[in-house]
Each structure stands twice: as structure tokens, then as C-alpha cells.
């Protein structure tokens, strides 16, 4: 369950980079789009403003020419050349001329009176005023006061509005623009409003104070206008790049443990080889010392038989030399495959590095065995003087017995603990497995060479251990635990 839960946990992990990745690259896309779409409003509405402005000038400027030029002519609206404008200027609709004494020529009261006082407010502020506005039915009366005629227009606003050079298209266009006056509106386009997303808006006064209209513009960008395609395509990008960075990752790791098993491999079987030769060396300069005492002894015999005795005497003499050439041989032999000297190479190693490391190492062979490591430390960090090589050799010699002897243990019920302590001036790794145990008769032989309780085993890797251990000052004990198990004590001189 724990390897399971390590293993989601990592994938985890991953999962969330790419959903953490994916939804920066989404948002800035999308704030891309929403900007691209705000600059693409914003210009739309100025060129309407300037167009719908331009248009309200130029009704200015048709008033100006009129009061200025004062055109001829006899009573009588077919007689009066400004009435024909609407020829060249389609929104104006009607013309009206006042003269002096004259009343404006409206047949509706109230239009009749708003026009003169229209009248009168342009005569005072000397520019064209307005006078009559039905904004929502799109006409509206402009007046300008001069002598000896005032003049009027009617204005259509829906003629106004200049399409041939309109930025966008009328019916189609997202953008919802009017013009709006004290509640009344005219709608220049319809546009497509609707519920949700991003509002821009855009609103300004026509370039005229005789035509105090609001061009309002109004976008609505909806959820569906994102570019969804774009983001899709990033988060896919991100799943690829994520998940080629991940197996890069992984091949590295398993490269370096790789690597890493390897040259503890090399280290253990140099120094296994020591130990043999070792072994061998002692075993040889035995029965060679026992060769030099008996030709010693047989001179000795030599000495008290018959008279002749010299060249026995003499040859005798030779095979005790060649014995003792022989012993030196040995000793020379055993001298050059004696452990190296670990003592000059200690230096200060953390004990939580050399078990982090061993255990990254045999991550293949606890997930084979279906055993989650158990790992008990200070906060502190436990620093030993150490070989750092020979003491991960010996943390990796312990717990791959410690899986070892798990392997007779059903999978689900395998515990493996590491305890890292610190016992006066010693620093402690116990490493403790709920395997079968040592058996009791075993027990003080654990760590003679080539003894093994394990069937094959060569009965040299504790032996080894030990002999580490011992190189670098500190010490390797193994006990029995209870119900039942095994725990390994290696000791170690704290750095001062």
C-alpha cells in the first residue's frame, strides 16, 4: 500500500506541475485575447465617434453657410434654393428660413416655441443650438440665429450615419453603439449582447455643443469567444514537454543508481578479495611455520645419531632457510592484501545521507519485496567520522540482509527500520527487520568469516562489516529482537 501510495503521491506531483502550468499558460492566453479584443473595440468605437462627429459638424457648418450667404429668394418653399440640401445632404429633411417680424414656419405650436427659443439661445451663445430632439425616433430640429434670417434643420439621424465607411458591419457586429440624450435613444447598431463574461465600454459627447449626444458603445465577450483551441493546444504541450522531462528524469536517476550499485559493487569485491587473500595468506603461513619448527627439530635428532652427520646438518640447514624464505613470502604476500588503512581517510559524514543514499539505492529491491523502509532520526543531523564509501557499504550490506532475511516473512506483515541515534559520544544506525531471526547457536559466530546461515551465502559480508567498522573506530553488533526479527547495531565516533 505505502510503495502504491509513493508512487500516486510522485505522479501526484507531476500532475499538478502540468495543471499548475496548464492554467497560467490558459489564463494568459485568454488575457491575451480579452486585450486583443478590448484594442479591437476601443478603435472600432473612436472611428464611429469621429465619423458620427464629423457628420454633426458638418450640419454645423451647412447652418454657418447659410446665415453667411443669406440665399435670395421670394416667399415660398420651392422658391428658396436652400430647400434644395436635401439633394446633396440626405439627412437633412427640412429647411426653414425666418425672417424679420416673422413667426418660424411650423404648424405645431410647441415646435414653433422650442424653435425660437432655440432661437434665442443662439443668438446669446453665437453658434448653433438645438431644439427640438425625438433622439429616439431619430430626428431632431438645429438652429442657427443671424440676420436678417435665422435658419432650421431637421436632421435624420439614421441618414446621418455614414455606412460606406462604417468599421463594422451593422448587422453582424458584436459592438452594441447609440446615441443617447437626458433618457432617449437611438440605436445605431444592435450588436450581441449576452449574459456572462467581459464588458467593455466605450462613451464620449459628439465633437459639437450644438449635438450634446453620448456615443455609447457596449461589447459583451462571451465565455465561448476565449480561444479555447489555443489553450487546449498549451495544456497539451505542457502534458508532452512534462511528460519527456519526467522519463529524461527518471532514465537519469536510474543511470546513477546504476552507476552508484556498481561501484559499491567493485568496492565490495575488492575488498571480499581482500579478505579472502587475507585468509589464505593465515591459513598458508601455518603449516609453514610448522615445517621450520619440525626441520628444526629433525636437526636436533640428526645431532645425536650417527657421526656423519654434516651434510644432513647442512641440508637440514637449507630446508630451515627455505622455510623461513617461505614464511617471508607468506608474510610479504599477506602484507600486500592486508585492508587497506581506513583510519587516515575518516573525515565527517552525516549518517542521514549515508541511509538516504543506501536505501535510493535499493529503492528496485524494497519495491521487489514489497517493503516500505521505516526511517527514525533526530531533527539534527547524526555527523560520524567515517570512510564515506566504506560506510555506505556497510549500511547497504545490512539492509540487503535485512530484505533478504524479509523474503520468509508473508509481503504484507515485512517491517524494516533504520534507527539513527546518537549514544554519548558514539553515533548509532540500528537497522532492525522482523524476519526469522538469528538462531541462538549463530549468534557468536555472525561475523566469523565464510559463516553464513544462509544457504549459498559465502559468509563473508557481515564478516566485512565488522571488519569496516572496526577499521574506522566503532563497532558492529547483531542481536535478536522479540516476537521475533534481527537488529544490527553499527557504532560509530561522533565528529567533534
Not at 264 to 284: F, I, K, P, S
Request: charged share 20%; net charge neutral; proline share 7%.
Amino acid at each position: 500500500m505505502r510503495p502504491m501510495w509513493k508512487t500516486l503521491r510522485h505522479q501526484g506531483a507531476w500532475l499538478v506541475a502540468w495543471a499548475v502550468l496548464a492554467a497560467l499558460g490558459g489564463v494568459a492566453l485568454a488575457r491575451q485575447e480579452l486585450a486583443r479584443q478590448r484594442e479591437a473595440f476601443e478603435t472600432d468605437a473612436r472611428i464611429a465617434h469621429r465619423l458620427l462627429s464629423q457628420r454633426a459638424v458638418q450640419q454645423d457648418a451647412v447652418l454657418a453657410t447659410l446665415a453667411l450667404l443669406q440665399p435670395a429668394g421670394t416667399a415660398g418653399p420651392t422658391a428658396q434654393p436652400e430647400q434644395r440640401l436635401s439633394s446633396v445632404y440626405p439627412q437633412i429633411l427640412e429647411v426653414q428660413r425666418r425672417g424679420p417680424g416673422e413667426a418660424w414656419p411650423v404648424d405645431i405650436p410647441a415646435a414653433q416655441a422650442a424653435l425660437a427659443d432655440a432661437e434665442a439661445v443662439s443668438r446669446q451663445a453665437r453658434r448653433v443650438a438645438l431644439a427640438v430632439s425625438h433622439l429616439a425616433t431619430g430626428r431632431y430640429r438645429l438652429v442657427l440665429a443671424a440676420e436678417p434670417h435665422s435658419y432650421a434643420l431637421q436632421i435624420d439621424v439614421a441618414t446621418m450615419l455614414p455606412w460606406n465607411e462604417w468599421p463594422m458591419p451593422r448587422d453582424t457586429s458584436p459592438v452594441r453603439l447609440t446615441l443617447e440624450q437626458d433618457g432617449q435613444v437611438f440605436v445605431v447598431q444592435p450588436g450581441r449582447i449576452q449574459e456572462g463574461g467581459w464588458r467593455f465600454e466605450f462613451h464620449k459627447h459628439l465633437a459639437t455643443d450644438s449635438q450634446p449626444f453620448d456615443v455609447f458603445a457596449l461589447r459583451q465577450v462571451g465565455w465561448g469567444e476565449l480561444p479555447w483551441a489555443w489553450m487546449l493546444a498549451w495544456a497539451l504541450g505542457m502534458a508532452v514537454l512534462l511528460a519527456a522531462l519526467q522519463t529524461a528524469l527518471t532514465q537519469r536517476a536510474a543511470r546513477r543508481r546504476a552507476e552508484e550499485l556498481l561501484r559499491l559493487g567493485q568496492v565490495a569485491r575488492l575488498n571480499t578479495l581482500g579478505e579472502l587473500a587475507a585468509g589464505m595468506a593465515h591459513e598458508l603461513n601455518q603449516p609453514l611455520t610448522a615445517v621450520l619448527a619440525n626441520t628444526q627439530a629433525a636437526r636436533r635428532l640428526l645431532d645425536e645419531d650417527p657421526p656423519e652427520l654434516d651434510t644432513a646438518r647442512h641440508a637440514m640447514a637449507q630446508a630451515a632457510e627455505q622455510a623461513r624464505r617461505a614464511s617471508t613470502v607468506v608474510g610479504r604476500l599477506r602484507r600486500a592484501v592486508e585492508r587497506p588503512d581506513l583510519a587516515g581517510k575518516l573525515s565527517p559524514v552525516k549518517l542521514q545521507d549515508a541511509v538516504r543514499e543506501a536505501l535510493y539505492l535499493l529503492e528496485p529491491e524494497n519495491t521487489r519485496r514489497s517493503v516500505a523502509p521505516t526511517v527514525q532520526a533526530p531533527a539534527q543531523d547524526v555527523v560520524v567520522l567515517a570512510d564515506r564509501v566504506a560506510l555506505e557499504q556497510i549500511v547497504h550490506n545490512l539492509v540487503m540482509n535485512a530484505l533478504q532475511a524479509l523474503e520468509q516473512v508473508p509481503a504484507g506483515q515485512r517491517r524494516l527500520t533504520l534507527t539513527i541515534a546518537t549514544d554519548a559520544r558514539l553515533g548509532t544506525l540500528a537497522v532492525q527487520d522482523n524476519g526469522p531471526g538469528i538462531p541462538p547457536d549463530a549468534l557468536p559466530r555472525i561475523f566469523e568469516p565464510f559463516f553464513s546461515t544462509r544457504p549459498g551465502g559465502l559468509g563473508l559480508g557481515l564478516n566485512l562489516c565488522e571488519s569496516l567498522a572496526s577499521n574506522m573506530g566503532g563497532s558492529l553488533v547483531a542481536s535478536n529482537v522479540t516476537p521475533h526479527g534481527a537488529a544490527l547495531r553499527l557504532s560509530l565516533p561522533l565528529s567533534a
